[in-house]
């Protein structure tokens, strides 16, 4: 079945560094999403990408989905403390629901 | 409309025991979905509903566990004789179209000792 996966797996930056996580699909995929998740928490929906080649941004985060939409990342410039948690990609092939990567978990040392 | 609520937030309960959680989506939100996750890994899919039908099962889904979605508003897990491998986080989320973002509920943690 379909696979996500992502690396690194836990990434550790001085406040101001940036971050950068990266997300692979063993399938072509019809849209890919990610996800926060804040120690405690709950997943929470950052942005949803369709498009093969398309680049969103939010702020400091910058998201693309790859030409053969299979891959996807998530670029943080200069990390805020408010940035730790742990960002998953998920992605979707057709009608099928969701499959989330294992995520990366971020922390940042002020 | 807060959300999506589950509950309970917490559930210890004794191996071989039944136990059932509750989703109450958001209203206006046609798809629910559950999902697991353990400590340190994504959440993994177990099932979901298109209002009231149940349109995909895990094989993550033994024949322990069941879900229902009556009348398409709240959806309820029930996982009968609990086995400690069943300790989890069981999140709930839901959709209004299938290309959209998931909401998700604060989940239940189950701890089966």
């Known amino acids: 079945g379909q696979q996500v996966m992502q690396i690194p797996q836990y990434q550790h930056v001085q406040e101001g560094e940036d971050f950068t996580t990266y997300c692979n699909s063993s399938?072509?995929?019809?849209?890919i999403q990610w996800y926060k998740q804040r120690p405690g928490g709950h997943p929470v929906f950052l942005i949803q990408l369709v498009k093969s080649g398309e680049v969103k941004k939010q702020k400091r985060l910058t998201f693309q989905f790859g030409e053969a939409k299979k891959n996807s990342s998530l670029h943080i410039t200069a990390t805020q403390t408010t940035d730790v948690g742990t960002y998953f990609c998920?992605?979707?092939?057709?009608?099928?629901?969701?499959?989330f990567g294992k995520g990366t978990r971020l922390s940042v040392i002020a | 409309d807060t959300g999506v609520s589950q509950d309970p937030r917490h559930k210890i309960t004794k191996r071989g025991q039944n136990v059932t959680f509750r989703c109450d989506p958001i209203?206006?939100?046609?798809?629910l979905y559950w999902y697991r996750q353990t400590l340190g890994q994504g959440p993994e899919f177990l099932t979901y509903f298109q209002n009231e039908a149940q349109l995909e099962k895990s094989r993550l889904l033994s024949d322990r566990f069941s879900a229902e979605r009556p009348k398409g508003s709240f959806s309820t897990l029930e996982i009968q004789r609990t086995e400690q491998g069943d300790s989890a986080m069981y999140l709930c989320?839901?959709?209004?179209?299938?290309?959209?973002?998931?909401?998700f509920g604060s989940g239940t943690r189950l701890t089966v000792v």
């Open positions: 989320a839901s959709s209004s179209y299938s290309l959209d973002g998931y909401t």
């Open positions: 209203s206006e939100h046609n798809r």
């Open positions: 998920a992605g979707k092939s057709g009608n099928t629901p969701l499959v």
């Open positions: 399938t072509t995929l019809s849209n």
